[in-house]
């Protein structure tokens, strides 16, 4: 089995910082890409950015030059450091890694899903 956990989140006055982290474990799996998602109440879940095994991000035009995305492909973790934060960066949010498995004889391919983080902005 894989298990993917976040930590960090919280709340937080509007231009504030905060810090996520996320590490994928388990046993005789190799992560692609990983990335992060959010999903405010009454909306559906959106990207924030994501970033491959190579180091090459992408991002929500919402978060372009406050979020980065950083990764160890090591420890198998990946951060969101979330900088200059506004009301409605408030969401909880997931971290994802589609991730290769050895199962038996084969490797398959999958989507693993953290169980979220609270992330609260006051204005």
């Known amino acids: 089995q894989v298990q993917v956990v976040e930590s960090g989140g919280g709340l937080v006055q509007a231009g504030g910082s905060l810090r996520l982290s996320c590490v994928a474990s388990?046993?005789?799996?190799?992560?692609?890409?990983m990335g992060w998602y959010r999903q405010a109440p009454g909306k559906q879940r959106e990207l924030v950015g994501t970033?491959?095994?190579?180091?090459?991000?992408n991002y929500a035009d919402s978060v372009k030059a406050r979020f980065t995305i950083s990764r160890d492909n090591a420890k198998n973790t990946v951060n969101l450091q979330m900088n200059s934060l506004k009301p409605e960066d408030t969401a909880v949010y997931y971290c994802?890694?589609?991730?290769?498995?050895?199962?038996?004889?084969?490797?398959?391919?999958?989507?693993?899903w953290g169980q979220g983080t609270q992330v609260t902005v006051s204005s």
């Open positions: 994802h890694a589609n991730i290769r498995r050895r199962i038996g004889p084969t490797i398959r391919a999958g989507d693993y």
């Open positions: 388990g046993s005789d799996f190799s992560i692609n890409t």
């Open positions: 970033i491959t095994s190579g180091g090459h991000t």
